[in-house]
Each structure stands twice: as structure tokens, then as C-alpha cells.
């Protein structure tokens, strides 16, 4: 299913990030991809399925999570860090910093595979 994407920072990544990059509760607050409810029940997904997000940059294996707070219809948001930067633009226009903000659609289906952790993720520039 067809969404656009939204990046951010969230009070659950800030807390993971301070205990350390490479734990579970880390992959388990960042590694993540915010729905509302109704775009969940029309793509068929539930509450931890874990789905890949494709771009056109690239793609990321992350855990499905139910919106908290209301979202307009048709957006996704992931946490600002290395999984969202798996699927936004590289290109930093002198800031250092990707691009993530601004409209970038996305695909989001579900897959039977792991969640990339930090160190998965790294490995995958060393290429």
C-alpha cells in the first residue's frame, strides 16, 4: 500500500538513544513505522507485524506500530535515526543532515523477515 512518509524525533527514541545505539530498546524505538488505525485495517496490517518501507532511496525492515496520537490519512512516521535514513533522500544540501522532511512516497508491505539491528545496519554501507 501506497503512503507518504514523515520523520521525527520521538520522547521513546531520545530515552532508547541515552541508554545506547546498539540495545533492543533502541531497534525496539527507533526500528519502528507509525500507521493510524484506519490506514492499518485497510492495508490488512495489526500491531507488530513487521513490514518493509520502499522508497525510492531504498528500503528498511521495521516493526508496525499503531499511531498514538491522530495522523492524517496516508502517512507513515519513523523515528528520525538509521532506519528512516535507509528510505529518505541522502542528499543533505551542505547541511550534514538528510532529508527528512518533505513529501517522499513510500510502499509498505509486510514481510516475514527480522528487523535489521544498529550493526546490521551499519554492515549494509560497507558494501
Known amino acids: 500500500m501506497k503512503f507518504y512518509i514523515n520523520t521525527g524525533r520521538t520522547i521513546w527514541q531520545g530515552e532508547a538513544i541515552e541508554a545506547g ?7 525496539k524505538a527507533a526500528g519502528v513505522c507509525y500507521l493510524n488505525e484506519e490506514d492499518m485495517k485497510k492495508a490488512g496490517f495489526k500491531e507488530g507485524d513487521v513490514v518493509k518501507v520502499i522508497s525510492k532511496y531504498g528500503d528498511v525492515v521495521v516493526y508496525l506500530k499503531k499511531a498514538g496520537e491522530p495522523m492524517p490519512e496516508g502517512m507513515a512516521y519513523i523515528p528520525l535515526g ?3 535514513n535507509c528510505v529518505v533522500s541522502p ?11 518533505g513529501p517522499l512516497d ?8 527480522e528487523v535489521p539491528t544498529m550493526a546490521e545496519l551499519m554492515k549494509r554501507y560497507l558494501k
Do not use: F, G, Q
Not at 545505539?21 to 531497534?27: A, D, I, Q, T, V
Not at 542528499?91 to 522532511?101: F, I, N
Not at 513510500?106 to 523477515?113: F, M, P, Q, R, S
Open 21 to 27: 545505539k546498539n540495545l533492543e530498546l533502541y531497534r
Open 82 to 84: 538509521p532506519w528512516a
Open 91 to 101: 542528499e543533505t544540501d551542505s547541511t550534514a543532515m538528510p532529508a527528512y522532511k
Open 106 to 113: 513510500v510502499e509498505i508491505i509486510k514481510v516475514d523477515e
